[in-house]
């Protein structure tokens, strides 16, 4: 962490998560309120909606690396309207974000987590994923390789973040079990949020869609595994990669067994790349009343939309 962030205040916490405060003085607007609206996306870097064409164009060479600083800045200028402006949803007080570039080449040099956060006047929590050195990036499943991958060499680095209106009681990094691909960690993100005295829990994950449905479950349960010490409001987000029908159904019953719901119908579009439309991006609750929940429908910043849920703890022992 360089001088500059130290004297912004951001700090670093001893599992390495990245934490700093752009919040406006006087505390969080909408105190009062009984409700949270939570939201999680997988932003992809703020590259873009167009995964398999952008992939088609790099590997025929059309590339505009000059380009992707100001790109990328337009599409987090265009995220921070979304998330605050109340047309595709309710201005969120809690956003998770999952590949969420800090200094990558495929970010434009940006850090994607800082300034969303900055833009949008928040708090904000990031964990990278520490890809081991010298991994090379290596094909898997024809249709997952469509991915711009980080270079060996590149000194940036991908990850989850949690933004939030509502003050850090704590944060922690879970490590989940992978073995698909040595270059890509897979990790939550779980923080801790209070206010008037009264807390709530959120785990942002970002499952691996390389794994077999079975490894993915193993991903899940690491998060329940901490998620079940928990008393109060609980709630699962991000990216689960539920990539099939089954890997949907499964995923769902798992996590309704533990006790938390979803107020998803099963196949909602929330990821698109051309006609294709798949249900990747989940909310899924505990100790807390849905009120209302969407899909933020279009915004091109990123090939997966926004999922949003406006929730109220049912319980005394939440926020």
């Not at 406006?24 to 870097?45: C, D, E, Q």
């Not at 890809?131 to 997952?144: D, V």
């Not at 109060?232 to 067994?257: H, I, W, Y």
Request: charged content about 25%.
């Amino acid at each position: 962490m360089t001088a500059e962030e130290r004297a912004q205040g951001f700090e670093a916490t001893p599992d390495g998560i990245e934490v700093g405060d752009f919040s406006a003085p006087g505390g969080p607007a909408g105190a009062a309120r009984k409700t949270l609206v939570v939201a999680s996306f997988n932003i992809r870097y703020a590259v873009g909606s167009f995964l398999i064409t952008g992939s088609l164009g790099r590997r025929v060479g059309l590339k505009w690396p000059r380009r992707r600083p100001r790109l990328v800045a337009r599409h987090l200028s265009r995220a921070a309207l979304a998330l605050s402006g109340g047309g595709l949803l309710p201005p969120a007080d809690i956003v998770a974000l999952q590949e969420a570039d800090k200094l990558t080449a495929r970010a434009g040099g940006h850090d994607v987590a800082r300034e969303l956060a900055q833009e949008l006047r928040m708090s904000y929590a990031r964990a990278g994923v520490g890809r081991p050195p010298g991994e090379e990036p290596k094909s898997k499943q024809w249709y997952l390789d469509f991915e711009e991958h980080i270079a060996r060499t590149d000194a940036g680095d991908t990850g989850l973040a949690v933004l939030s209106r509502v003050p850090f009681r704590s944060v922690r990094r879970v490590e989940l079990p992978w073995d698909e691909c040595a270059w890509r960690p897979r990790l939550a993100l779980g923080a801790t949020v209070e206010r008037g005295g009264r807390r709530l829990h959120l785990f942002n994950s970002h499952i691996d869609p390389h794994a077999s449905v079975e490894g993915q479950l193993k991903q899940h349960a690491a998060v329940l595994e901490m998620a079940q010490k928990l008393s109060g409001a609980v709630v699962l987000l991000g990216d689960f990669n539920t990539l099939s029908k089954r890997s949907c159904v499964e995923t769902r019953r798992l996590l309704e067994a533990h006790g938390f719901e979803t107020p998803f119908r099963t196949g909602t579009a929330t990821w698109r790349a051309g006609l294709i439309r798949l249900h990747t991006d989940w909310i899924f609750v505990r100790g807390a009343r849905v009120e209302r929940c969407g899909v933020a429908r279009p915004l091109g910043v990123s090939d997966h939309w926004p999922v949003w849920a406006e929730i109220e703890p049912s319980d005394e022992g939440g926020l």
